[in-house]
């Protein structure tokens, strides 16, 4: 975190490694699909943290119950809806030892609805299809069409790997790699 300042940061990462699941409870096909290793990375920025602190310490009473007057928190929560944040996610990484895929973009908010724009590049996908491919479990049978579905809409990439480009828009429409998922919500009627 950059400091309680009109347009703060806070950023937040963690890494996983090396994580096994007992093969038990684990159809041998899963193995494809259990990351080993996780890299996230996201941050809020345009945070505002410096008008709600100030308006907290003016405001706070111990002796009162609540200490920070309802119209207060109130207040603050309005502002933030007014100006919220950008959700940014720089590079992040879930890999085993067949796969990887990154993920990195953005979430807005346009009068309160998301505005998402996220890129995913996954190297190995094709391990993933024939590990669904080569078992007759029914579990697997479920995935595959979907697995199947999600490569047919990725672009190949030099080298071979899959990219995928999917934004959500304020208006509702969807979209991956430029092809429209899901149109636009129909206008509110006038009232």
Same mark, same amino acid.
């Given at each position: 975190? #950059?400091?309680?300042?009109?347009?703060?940061?806070?950023?937040?990462?963690?890494?996983?490694?090396?994580?096994?699941?007992?093969?038990?409870?684990?159809?041998?096909?899963?193995?494809?699909?259990?990351?080993?290793?996780?890299?996230?990375?996201?941050?809020?920025?345009?945070?505002?943290?410096?008008?709600?602190?100030?308006?907290? $310490?003016?405001?706070?009473?111990?002796?009162?119950?609540?200490? $920070?007057?309802?119209?207060?928190?109130?207040? $603050?929560?309005?502002?933030?809806?007014?100006?919220?944040?950008?959700?940014?996610?720089?590079?992040?990484?879930?890999?085993?030892?067949?796969?990887?895929?990154?993920?990195?973009?953005?979430?807005?908010?346009?009068?309160?609805?998301?505005?998402?724009?996220?890129?995913? #590049?996954?190297?190995?996908?094709?391990?993933?299809?024939?590990?669904?491919?080569?078992?007759?479990?029914?579990?697997?049978?479920?995935?595959?069409?979907?697995?199947?579905?999600?490569?047919?809409?990725?672009?190949?990439?030099?080298?071979?790997?899959?990219?995928?480009?999917?934004?959500?828009?304020?208006?509702?429409?969807?979209?991956?790699?430029?092809?429209?998922?899901?149109?636009?919500?129909?206008?509110?009627?006038?009232?």
């Amino acid at each position: 975190m #950059d400091g309680i300042r009109q347009k703060a940061k806070l950023s937040y990462g963690f890494q996983l490694s090396k994580m096994e699941v007992a093969s038990l409870f684990l159809p041998a096909w899963a193995s494809v699909l259990i990351p080993t290793d996780v890299d996230v990375n996201f941050s809020g920025t345009n945070l505002n943290l410096d008008a709600p602190a100030r308006k907290v $310490i003016d405001t706070l009473d111990l002796n009162r119950d609540p200490p $920070i007057p309802a119209a207060v928190t109130e207040e $603050i929560a309005a502002e933030f809806k007014a100006n919220p944040p950008k959700i940014v996610f720089a590079k992040s990484t879930i890999r085993n030892a067949d796969t990887e895929i990154v993920a990195e973009g953005e979430m807005t908010f346009a009068e309160g609805k998301p505005v998402i724009n996220m890129t995913f #590049d996954a190297t190995g996908y094709d391990r993933v299809l024939d590990a669904l491919q080569a078992t007759s479990d029914p579990h697997s049978a479920e995935i595959l069409p979907i697995a199947r579905l999600l490569k047919g809409y990725a672009n190949t990439m030099p080298g071979g790997h899959l990219l995928w480009k999917v934004s959500l828009n304020a208006e509702g429409s969807v979209s991956l790699n430029n092809v429209m998922l899901k149109k636009a919500d129909p206008a509110p009627a006038p009232q």
